[in-house]
């Protein structure tokens, strides 16, 4: 099983390195860019140079790359669409430059659900059409506040039937936003229910990354709340997502609260005296 972290690439993208290596990352996670603005400078090739030199030397894969957080394609407004069509296009270039194999995309968000897929459904088809590399969009859970599509399984069905282009997509479970949206993982049988339901509904084929992070916010509250593994509201569930079969040969990324790499690691000790615990 590979445990990794969200790490940032502040100082440039060689440092992201050193920062995965002194976490004990065994799969990583970064920004290409601002994760909260629209411009972006170019990358530099020295630096990129020096990364990938750096994860193919150190070992760690995959490598994801998460989209900004502006991008909505399920907007009705023109120039935000253009823009988040265009952003997509540019982290997919991006994301095949630094040498990861995975974009991950948050379901944007609009007030008419059967629009706003079908308008995410016509950037993704568009932009991957446009952008012709071998990374792999992947679609993330929300926990479904406000008007935030993609809470529930069925709706990223939907989006990845109508997109109808199975090598270039693929899906992230976030557990806790998962949790957050309505689906239990506190006991081993609750665990077991809720991913039968995502099998079923979206497959485990289709799954490439799980996002592992306890939730500080209630079942089905719709609050967005990472927390600290095992000391949430799901707490010693989180080792029955863990050391379910069915995950046992999928990445685990945590984007668990920091202010400095204390709290990573002591989250990696919880994680991996759970995968002890619970088996």
């Given at each position: 099983m590979k445990l990794g972290f969200h790490v940032s690439i502040a100082g440039g993208f060689k440092k992201a390195v050193a920062e995965a290596?002194?976490?004990?990352?065994?799969t990583i996670q970064i920004f290409s860019r601002n994760p909260r603005g629209w411009k972006f400078g170019p990358l530099d090739e020295a630096d990129i140079r020096a990364f990938r030199e750096g994860i193919k030397r150190t070992g760690i894969a995959p490598v994801f790359v998460h989209m900004p957080y502006l991008p909505n394609l399920a907007t009705s407004d023109p120039r935000l669409y253009d823009r988040s069509a265009q952003s997509l296009a540019e982290d997919l270039t991006r994301s095949e430059r630094v040498g990861a194999g995975y974009l991950i995309m948050h379901i944007g968000s609009a007030p008419d659900r059967t629009r706003g897929l079908t308008q995410?459904?016509?950037?993704?088809?568009?932009?991957?059409?446009?952008?012709?590399n071998q990374v792999i969009l992947l679609l993330e859970n929300t926990a479904g506040a406000g008007n935030?599509?993609?809470?529930?399984?069925?709706?990223?069905?939907?989006?990845?039937?109508q997109v109808g282009m199975p090598s270039r997509t693929g899906v992230v479970l976030?557990?806790?936003?998962?949790?957050?949206?309505?689906y239990d993982f506190r006991t081993r049988a609750a665990a077991i229910a809720s991913l039968a339901e995502f099998d079923r509904t979206i497959g485990f084929e289709r799954l490439h990354l799980v996002h592992f992070n306890d939730s500080k916010s209630a079942l089905g509250s719709r609050h967005d709340r990472h927390w600290h593994i095992g000391k949430g509201e799901i707490g010693a569930g989180m080792g029955h997502v863990l050391n379910h079969p069915a995950l046992k040969n999928i990445p685990f990324i945590m984007e668990t609260p920091r202010t400095?790499?204390?709290?990573?690691?002591?989250?990696?000790?919880?994680a991996?005296?759970?995968?002890?615990k619970t088996r």
């Amino acid at each position: 099983m590979k445990l990794g972290f969200h790490v940032s690439i502040a100082g440039g993208f060689k440092k992201a390195v050193a920062e995965a290596e002194a976490r004990h990352c065994a799969t990583i996670q970064i920004f290409s860019r601002n994760p909260r603005g629209w411009k972006f400078g170019p990358l530099d090739e020295a630096d990129i140079r020096a990364f990938r030199e750096g994860i193919k030397r150190t070992g760690i894969a995959p490598v994801f790359v998460h989209m900004p957080y502006l991008p909505n394609l399920a907007t009705s407004d023109p120039r935000l669409y253009d823009r988040s069509a265009q952003s997509l296009a540019e982290d997919l270039t991006r994301s095949e430059r630094v040498g990861a194999g995975y974009l991950i995309m948050h379901i944007g968000s609009a007030p008419d659900r059967t629009r706003g897929l079908t308008q995410m459904t016509d950037g993704i088809r568009e932009t991957l059409a446009r952008v012709k590399n071998q990374v792999i969009l992947l679609l993330e859970n929300t926990a479904g506040a406000g008007n935030a599509l993609g809470s529930r399984f069925e709706e990223i069905r939907t989006l990845l039937d109508q997109v109808g282009m199975p090598s270039r997509t693929g899906v992230v479970l976030d557990i806790a936003h998962a949790f957050e949206a309505g689906y239990d993982f506190r006991t081993r049988a609750a665990a077991i229910a809720s991913l039968a339901e995502f099998d079923r509904t979206i497959g485990f084929e289709r799954l490439h990354l799980v996002h592992f992070n306890d939730s500080k916010s209630a079942l089905g509250s719709r609050h967005d709340r990472h927390w600290h593994i095992g000391k949430g509201e799901i707490g010693a569930g989180m080792g029955h997502v863990l050391n379910h079969p069915a995950l046992k040969n999928i990445p685990f990324i945590m984007e668990t609260p920091r202010t400095d790499r204390k709290e990573d690691l002591m989250n990696l000790r919880a994680a991996q005296q759970l995968i002890r615990k619970t088996r």
